[in-house]
């Protein structure tokens, strides 16, 4: 019985041919994919990182046209409304401002905050009176898109849910810097809202000192005990 290497011996000279020919192509072919790969991660490089994450610039581009599909549902759906959408302010859509959204929303993130579909839902009811139903939002999400693809109420949803977590971090964050401590805000209060309006007379004490007995021992600790709490 022919062994491995008597084998390999019998087709030694296909074996080099194989083997050269894969070299050929490692040497000529190879380079190019891997240009190609180096040139792809090229062109999506990163913009921002922080503890924990990394934003590219696919990424700012993609949340900055769904910025602009946000303010396009948030005006139809106070036109629906039956109020002026001229008179509405919408969300900053400049990519500086695109990017401080995502970050102060990955910061809520990390710190326990949600916003959950109910609390989106909260808020559209309080943008449009109440007077959009589910149906019409519906609708006003399906006329929008995002350059040529559609958009699903899930997007329409993740960047208003980005939106409310960032508004939430910011306000939190602005709380210890507003305001001052709770006794100098009690003074402030006792100066401002309490008043008296009084007559003083002005009295030597020292005249009426001698007609005014001094309290016994038993009176003092009466007195003590009443008034020690």
Do not use: C
Request: glycine content about 6%; hydrophobic content about 50%.
């Amino acid at each position: 019985m022919a062994g491995s290497f008597d084998i390999f011996r019998k087709y030694q000279r296909s074996l080099l041919v194989f083997v050269a020919i894969l070299a050929m192509l490692a040497f000529f072919v190879l380079p190019p994919f891997l240009q190609m790969g180096t040139g792809m991660a090229g062109t999506d490089p990163v913009v921002a990182t922080w503890s924990g994450g990394e934003l590219r610039e696919s990424g700012i581009a993609r949340a900055t046209a769904m910025r602009s599909v946000l303010n396009q549902f948030l005006l139809d759906a106070v036109a629906a409304a039956g109020r002026d959408p001229g008179r509405t302010r919408l969300l900053p859509d400049e990519e500086e401002d695109v990017v401080r959204t995502m970050l102060l929303a990955e910061e809520a993130r990390a710190n326990g905050l949600v916003v959950s579909n109910t609390a989106i839902n909260e808020f559209l009811a309080q943008w449009t009176n109440d007077m959009v139903g589910p149906a019409q939002f519906e609708e006003i999400i399906a006329r929008r898109r995002s350059g040529p693809f559609p958009v699903s109420p899930s997007d329409v949803f993740d960047a208003l849910r980005t939106v409310l977590l960032a508004n939430r971090m910011e306000r939190l964050f602005l709380t210890g810097f507003a305001g001052d401590p709770p006794g100098q805000r009690w003074d402030y209060f006792r100066r401002l809202e309490q008043a008296a309006n009084v007559e003083v007379v002005p009295v030597v004490v020292e005249r009426f000192a001698d007609q005014v007995a001094a309290p016994s021992r038993p009176a003092l600790e009466a007195f003590f005990a009443r008034h020690k709490d």
